[in-house]
């Protein structure tokens, strides 16, 4: 089928006013078309998704009104002039000489088409029905003619005043059309006279093929940054694909390889230090003391720069390489049992690994096992952009997994940091207790996107409801008998597997702004408070330890947290 005709059978969706819906649909055919294999068919693809564009960009449709296929229809017929009309007959002669210039086998020069242009510019537009007539023709000639007519889009506009009118919804299809033609014009000079990071990478993309210079920009300038000849592909491809036409097809199709496939991060390797020399510092306090015995022992700089390659290695080959191949392999749509079966995995093991901590061989194999469902997390979650983004190297911190879980066990973790030094606490519990944190963490925003997208609006009624009911139980219990040594491991294991049931539900309610200093005094407030009850729990109990005190406060803090939001998920359905 003609992509002039069917652009929406060519893009392989429904006609749709979203570009969004569009552009998708164009980056998945793509990928199935190669330009150097397939021409013609990436020809009618580029075609398609311009008409389809260009059709998002016309009058809203009347009630009732179906959704027409084509965009572009052809020229009406021109009004012909009375005889006694001069004017008239002057402005259908010079419509019609510029038609026949537009659309002859051989190019006309510039200046002949301008000159046309001003024959009918120069009409006598006194008249307002001369005014609508040359205005409806001259729109379609310039459309249908695009690119032969870009050197006269400019004045066109300039005397027609489209670009004062584009908010108005009475403009016509055609005139946004060639607005967005005026744009891509602009940015084409941009592109090719400018000093810009983006126009340096169009020109290197319009070079020959160089590999050194590709090698350079690619692989070590652009570590910290983000690569400009990729942001510059994507943006014509996703928006101006006729500009996508000038760049080098062999640059071009480098840079996707390029693109395709995970690489070796310098940052990645360059953070490895941290751990390593944390760790070092920690474990060997005589790196600290000058003087004999003290000091960097020999090879010590060299074991940290192993540390860091094999950090940067770990990430490169077991997180980025094998979520690409999760993404090859369901790239539209992953099973559920692949996205989300780690969650009652990691739950399972938080529990069993509680209730075989004597049992130290089952433990470590709880843990290992609780390690890969966080690993299975991990590629559940998918790729993360760049974390530096834009041309203007933007930090985005959410882009780093690390960032990302760490934010969202802020509260939990420094609560298991002061909490569990305090107690006789297995390491493989330990493990399971980071993994089952880090897994919740990492994959935070695909719980969330579930639970709205495949529970119904009453399933998330009780959902929250039970989650508000655990939570109430459990605070009464962790007041009760969180001072009990022997009640101490299984309350902490219940109150995180109640904190990662939590992770789906947004805190819906508008909070009020009470100031720094609110916020301090009613933090001080509950603090004092929690810590009474914590006091007193253990008072009242002689075989009580001591030390409960951090364990109590915090699952407290915690629990109302996670009742809290799970009574302001309920807020949309009261309203």
């Known amino acids: 089928m003609s992509a002039h005709g069917h652009p929406w059978d060519t893009l392989g969706i429904a006609p749709t006013r979203d570009q969004t819906e569009i552009r998708r649909a164009y980056a998945k055919k793509l990928k199935q078309t190669n330009p150097e294999d397939d ?19 016309h009058a809203e449709p009347e009630a009732g009104e179906e959704l027409i296929a084509a965009v572009a229809p052809a020229a009406p017929p021109l009004e012909p002039a009375r005889p006694d009309d001069p004017a008239g007959v002057a402005l259908n002669a010079a419509l019609a000489a510029l038609g026949r210039a537009l659309r002859s086998e051989v190019t006309p020069p510039e200046a002949d088409l301008q000159a046309l242009l001003a024959a009918v510019l120069n009409s006598d537009f006194e008249r307002f029905d001369l005014l609508q007539r040359a205005e409806s023709q001259l729109l379609y000639l310039l459309m249908e003619n695009i690119p032969r007519s870009d050197p006269l889009l400019a004045a066109s506009n300039l005397r027609f005043e489209w670009s004062h009118r584009k908010d108005h919804r009475a403009l016509p299809g055609q005139a946004r059309i060639v607005l967005e033609r005026l744009a891509e014009l602009a940015l084409l000079w941009d592109l090719r006279e400018g000093t810009g990071k983006e126009a340096l990478s ?70 490895g230090f941290i751990p390593a020399i944390v760790t070092s510092l920690t474990f060997f306090p005589s790196l600290n003391t000058p003087g004999p015995g003290g000091g960097l022992p020999a090879g010590l700089i060299f074991a940290w720069i192993a540390f860091a390659l094999g950090f940067a290695l770990f990430r490169l080959y077991v997180v980025d390489w094998p979520v690409r191949l999760a993404e090859r392999r369901w790239p539209w749509s992953k099973p559920a049992w692949f996205s989300f079966g780690w969650v009652p995995t990691v739950l399972v093991l938080l529990v069993a690994s509680a209730l075989t901590a004597h049992l130290a061989w089952v433990a470590t194999a709880i843990a290992v ?60 519990l330990i493990v399971t207790l980071i993994a089952t944190m880090w897994a919740s963490g990492v994959d935070r925003q695909s719980l969330v996107h579930a639970f709205v997208t495949y529970l119904g609006p009453r399933q998330r009624f009780w959902y929250s409801i039970a989650l508000a009911v655990l939570a109430g139980l459990l605070i009464v219990a962790t007041v009760l008998l969180g001072s009990y040594a022997s009640w101490q491991v299984p309350l902490l294991v219940a109150v995180m597997c109640l904190v990662m049931l939590r992770r789906p539900l947004n805190f819906n309610v508008q909070v009020p702004d009470f100031g720094v200093r609110g916020t301090v005094i009613a933090a001080i407030i509950g603090f004092n408070i929690f810590r009474s009850l914590a006091d007193r729990s253990v008072a009242q109990n002689a075989d009580s330890d001591a030390s409960a005190g951090t364990l109590i406060i915090g699952a407290v803090f915690l629990l109302a947290g996670v009742f809290v939001v799970a009574i302001s998920s309920l807020t949309p359905r009261r309203q």
């Open 202 to 271: 169009y020109a290197r993309l319009r070079a020959p093929p160089a590999a050194r210079q590709k090698f350079f920009h690619a692989w070590l300038l652009n570590q910290f940054s983000p690569r400009p000849e990729l942001a510059l592909i994507d943006r014509l491809r996703n928006q101006n694909p006729r500009l996508l036409e000038e760049l080098n097809s062999e640059n071009v199709a480098w840079w996707d390889r390029f693109a395709a496939r995970p690489h070796f991060s310098l940052l990645t390797f360059i953070f």
């Open 39 to 57: 021409a013609a068919g990436f020809q009618e693809l580029r075609q398609a998704y311009e008409l389809a564009c260009r059709f998002t960009s």
């Open 369 to 428: 096992l609780a390690t890969l469902a966080a690993w299975w997390a991990t590629l559940a979650a998918g790729p993360v952009a760049p974390l530096f983004i834009g041309l203007n190297s933007n930090l985005a911190l959410d882009n780093s997994r690390v960032l990302r879980a760490g934010r969202a066990n802020l509260v939990s973790g420094l609560w298991l940091s002061l909490a569990i030094p305090e107690y006789d606490v297995a390491w493989p």
